[in-house]
Protein backbone atom coordinates (compact mmCIF):
# COMPACT_ATOMS: atom_id res chain seq x y z
CA UNK A 1 0.00 0.00 0.00
CA UNK A 2 1.15 3.63 -0.43
CA UNK A 3 3.05 4.96 2.42
CA UNK A 4 3.45 8.95 3.33
CA UNK A 5 6.22 9.61 6.15
CA UNK A 6 6.19 12.69 8.33
CA UNK A 7 8.70 13.26 10.81
CA UNK A 8 7.33 12.98 14.49
CA UNK A 9 7.99 16.60 15.66
CA UNK A 10 9.15 19.45 14.91
CA UNK A 11 9.88 22.64 17.12
CA UNK A 12 10.35 26.29 16.50
CA UNK A 13 10.59 29.56 17.94
CA UNK A 14 7.46 32.20 17.64
CA UNK A 15 7.97 34.05 14.48
CA UNK A 16 10.37 31.45 12.38
CA UNK A 17 9.27 29.44 9.70
CA UNK A 18 8.03 25.85 10.06
CA UNK A 19 8.33 23.07 7.33
CA UNK A 20 7.00 19.99 7.69
CA UNK A 21 7.68 17.97 5.10
CA UNK A 22 5.38 13.86 3.79
CA UNK A 23 7.46 11.94 2.10
CA UNK A 24 5.77 9.29 -0.67
CA UNK A 25 7.29 8.03 -4.14
CA UNK A 26 6.44 9.97 -6.79
CA UNK A 27 3.68 11.88 -4.53
CA UNK A 28 4.15 15.18 -6.48
CA UNK A 29 2.20 13.24 -9.14
CA UNK A 30 -0.96 13.59 -6.87
CA UNK A 31 -2.73 15.79 -4.70
CA UNK A 32 -1.63 16.34 -0.93
CA UNK A 33 -4.46 17.88 1.60
CA UNK A 34 -3.03 18.59 5.51
CA UNK A 35 -4.73 18.97 8.37
CA UNK A 36 -4.17 20.21 12.02
CA UNK A 37 -5.32 18.99 14.76
CA UNK A 38 -5.07 20.39 18.24
CA UNK A 39 -5.50 18.28 21.45
CA UNK A 40 -9.69 17.18 22.40
CA UNK A 41 -10.79 18.26 18.90
CA UNK A 42 -10.70 16.76 15.24
CA UNK A 43 -8.64 17.49 12.66
CA UNK A 44 -9.17 20.66 10.49
CA UNK A 45 -8.28 20.94 6.89
CA UNK A 46 -5.87 23.60 6.08
CA UNK A 47 -4.51 22.79 3.10
CA UNK A 48 -6.32 21.05 -0.20
CA UNK A 49 -5.33 20.68 -3.61
CA UNK A 50 -1.37 21.01 -2.31
CA UNK A 51 -1.55 24.94 -2.31
CA UNK A 52 -5.21 26.08 -1.94
CA UNK A 53 -6.34 27.35 1.69
CA UNK A 54 -9.78 26.97 3.02
CA UNK A 55 -11.04 30.42 3.97
CA UNK A 56 -10.50 30.85 6.91
CA UNK A 57 -7.24 29.65 7.14
CA UNK A 58 -4.43 32.16 7.61
CA UNK A 59 -2.07 33.11 4.34
CA UNK A 60 0.73 32.36 6.83
CA UNK A 61 -0.39 28.42 5.76
CA UNK A 62 1.44 27.52 2.52
CA UNK A 63 2.19 24.72 0.55
CA UNK A 64 3.79 22.69 -2.19
CA UNK A 65 4.86 19.35 -3.85
CA UNK A 66 7.16 17.78 -5.85
CA UNK A 67 9.01 14.79 -6.63
CA UNK A 68 8.64 12.58 -3.52
CA UNK A 69 8.12 15.07 -0.81
CA UNK A 70 5.45 17.22 -0.06
CA UNK A 71 5.59 20.32 2.51
CA UNK A 72 3.42 22.15 4.50
CA UNK A 73 5.17 25.97 5.41
CA UNK A 74 3.94 27.89 8.28
CA UNK A 75 5.53 31.08 8.37
CA UNK A 76 5.86 33.67 11.45
CA UNK A 77 5.01 30.94 13.88
CA UNK A 78 2.62 31.88 16.41
CA UNK A 79 1.86 30.11 19.96
CA UNK A 80 -1.59 28.96 18.58
CA UNK A 81 0.07 26.84 15.44
CA UNK A 82 0.69 24.49 18.28
CA UNK A 83 -0.82 21.04 16.95
CA UNK A 84 -0.44 18.17 15.34
CA UNK A 85 -0.69 18.10 11.15
CA UNK A 86 -1.43 15.72 8.99
CA UNK A 87 -0.38 14.71 5.29
CA UNK A 88 -3.24 12.84 3.12
CA UNK A 89 -3.84 11.44 -0.40
CA UNK A 90 -6.26 9.50 -2.37
CA UNK A 91 -4.27 6.22 -3.35
CA UNK A 92 -5.76 5.50 -6.81
CA UNK A 93 -4.42 2.34 -7.27
CA UNK A 94 -6.17 1.04 -4.22
CA UNK A 95 -9.41 3.31 -4.39
CA UNK A 96 -8.64 4.06 -0.72
CA UNK A 97 -7.57 6.81 1.53
CA UNK A 98 -3.85 7.41 3.00
CA UNK A 99 -2.84 9.32 6.39
CA UNK A 100 0.69 10.41 6.70
CA UNK A 101 1.43 9.41 10.22
CA UNK A 102 1.34 12.78 11.52
CA UNK A 103 4.15 15.57 12.68
CA UNK A 104 3.92 17.28 16.40
CA UNK A 105 4.60 21.05 15.77
CA UNK A 106 6.11 22.82 18.88
CA UNK A 107 6.21 26.12 19.56
CA UNK A 108 9.39 26.89 21.66
CA UNK B 1 -23.05 26.22 8.21
CA UNK B 2 -22.48 22.83 6.93
CA UNK B 3 -22.37 20.69 10.14
CA UNK B 4 -21.77 16.69 11.36
CA UNK B 5 -23.18 15.96 14.45
CA UNK B 6 -22.27 12.32 16.18
CA UNK B 7 -23.79 10.03 18.17
CA UNK B 8 -22.52 10.07 21.98
CA UNK B 9 -19.87 7.74 23.76
CA UNK B 10 -19.72 4.33 23.69
CA UNK B 11 -18.94 1.54 25.97
CA UNK B 12 -18.60 -2.53 24.43
CA UNK B 13 -17.04 -5.28 26.23
CA UNK B 14 -15.10 -7.81 23.14
CA UNK B 15 -17.44 -9.36 20.56
CA UNK B 16 -19.77 -6.93 20.93
CA UNK B 17 -20.58 -4.51 17.62
CA UNK B 18 -20.90 -0.69 17.87
CA UNK B 19 -23.19 1.66 15.53
CA UNK B 20 -21.79 5.06 15.60
CA UNK B 21 -24.28 7.66 14.09
CA UNK B 22 -23.43 10.91 11.87
CA UNK B 23 -26.08 13.23 11.03
CA UNK B 24 -25.68 16.01 8.76
CA UNK B 25 -27.24 19.69 7.85
CA UNK B 26 -26.68 22.92 6.74
CA UNK B 27 -26.44 21.01 2.81
CA UNK B 28 -28.02 18.53 0.11
CA UNK B 29 -27.52 15.16 1.91
CA UNK B 30 -27.23 13.29 -1.32
CA UNK B 31 -24.62 15.04 -2.78
CA UNK B 32 -21.65 14.19 -0.53
CA UNK B 33 -19.84 11.29 0.30
CA UNK B 34 -19.34 10.69 3.77
CA UNK B 35 -15.92 9.23 4.87
CA UNK B 36 -15.31 7.46 8.47
CA UNK B 37 -12.09 7.95 9.97
CA UNK B 38 -11.06 6.43 13.46
CA UNK B 39 -7.60 7.38 15.57
CA UNK B 40 -6.86 5.31 18.86
CA UNK B 41 -5.50 7.31 21.71
CA UNK B 42 -2.23 8.66 21.07
CA UNK B 43 -1.90 7.59 17.56
CA UNK B 44 -2.18 9.23 13.88
CA UNK B 45 -5.93 8.97 11.95
CA UNK B 46 -6.74 5.54 9.90
CA UNK B 47 -9.16 5.75 7.49
CA UNK B 48 -11.97 3.49 7.41
CA UNK B 49 -14.09 3.52 4.18
CA UNK B 50 -16.66 5.99 2.78
CA UNK B 51 -20.42 5.85 2.87
CA UNK B 52 -22.40 7.46 -0.55
CA UNK B 53 -25.38 9.25 1.08
CA UNK B 54 -26.65 9.82 -2.40
CA UNK B 55 -26.63 5.73 -3.03
CA UNK B 56 -25.44 2.11 -1.74
CA UNK B 57 -22.44 1.96 -3.06
CA UNK B 58 -20.14 1.50 -0.41
CA UNK B 59 -16.14 1.36 0.04
CA UNK B 60 -14.46 -0.28 3.06
CA UNK B 61 -10.85 -0.13 4.10
CA UNK B 62 -9.34 -3.41 3.79
CA UNK B 63 -8.48 -3.89 6.68
CA UNK B 64 -12.11 -3.84 7.76
CA UNK B 65 -13.79 -5.67 5.05
CA UNK B 66 -16.28 -8.24 6.94
CA UNK B 67 -16.71 -6.15 10.28
CA UNK B 68 -17.75 -2.72 9.17
CA UNK B 69 -20.90 -1.67 7.60
CA UNK B 70 -21.60 1.98 6.69
CA UNK B 71 -25.23 2.68 5.94
CA UNK B 72 -27.44 5.78 5.39
CA UNK B 73 -31.33 7.18 6.20
CA UNK B 74 -32.21 9.86 3.69
CA UNK B 75 -35.00 10.94 5.86
CA UNK B 76 -33.02 11.60 8.83
CA UNK B 77 -29.63 13.06 7.19
CA UNK B 78 -28.00 10.27 8.89
CA UNK B 79 -24.93 7.86 7.98
CA UNK B 80 -23.71 4.93 10.31
CA UNK B 81 -20.85 3.03 10.77
CA UNK B 82 -21.49 -0.29 12.32
CA UNK B 83 -18.24 -2.18 13.60
CA UNK B 84 -18.79 -5.67 14.69
CA UNK B 85 -16.93 -8.37 16.83
CA UNK B 86 -14.92 -5.44 19.17
CA UNK B 87 -11.86 -6.21 20.53
CA UNK B 88 -9.70 -3.77 22.63
CA UNK B 89 -7.21 -2.60 20.16
CA UNK B 90 -10.56 -0.93 18.68
CA UNK B 91 -10.66 1.62 21.39
CA UNK B 92 -10.40 4.64 19.55
CA UNK B 93 -12.14 8.28 18.38
CA UNK B 94 -14.37 7.65 15.37
CA UNK B 95 -15.04 10.81 12.80
CA UNK B 96 -17.10 11.19 10.16
CA UNK B 97 -16.08 13.67 7.37
CA UNK B 98 -17.47 14.67 4.75
CA UNK B 99 -15.63 15.59 1.40
CA UNK B 100 -15.29 19.22 0.94
CA UNK B 101 -16.05 18.91 -3.05
CA UNK B 102 -17.68 16.40 -5.21
CA UNK B 103 -14.29 15.10 -7.35
CA UNK B 104 -11.60 12.13 -7.62
CA UNK B 105 -9.21 13.45 -4.64
CA UNK B 106 -11.39 13.45 -1.77
CA UNK B 107 -10.16 15.75 0.71
CA UNK B 108 -12.29 16.48 4.25
CA UNK B 109 -14.43 19.58 5.66
CA UNK B 110 -16.13 19.55 7.61
CA UNK B 111 -15.46 17.09 9.96
CA UNK B 112 -17.96 15.51 12.90
CA UNK B 113 -17.02 16.38 16.42
CA UNK B 114 -16.06 12.24 17.15
CA UNK B 115 -17.43 9.36 19.10
CA UNK B 116 -15.03 8.01 21.80
CA UNK B 117 -15.51 3.86 21.72
CA UNK B 118 -14.14 1.97 24.50
CA UNK B 119 -13.88 -1.41 24.00
CA UNK B 120 -13.01 -3.39 27.64
CA UNK B 121 -14.44 -6.02 29.55
Known amino acids: SYVLTQPPSVSVAPGETARITCGGK??????VHWYQQKPGQAPMLVIY???DRPSGIPERFSGSNSGNTATLTISRVEAEDEADYYC???????????FGGGTKLTVL | QVQLVQSGAELKKPGASVKVSCKAS????????IHWVRQAPGQGLEWMGI????????TYAQKFQGRVTMTRDTFKNTVYMELTSLRSEDTAIYYC??????????????WGQGTLVTVSS
Open chain 2, 51 to 58: SNPGGTST
Open chain 1, 26 to 31: NIGSTS
Open chain 1, 49 to 51: YDS
Open chain 2, 26 to 33: GYTFTNYY
Open chain 1, 88 to 98: QVWDTNRASVV
Open chain 2, 97 to 110: ARVRVRGPKPHFDP
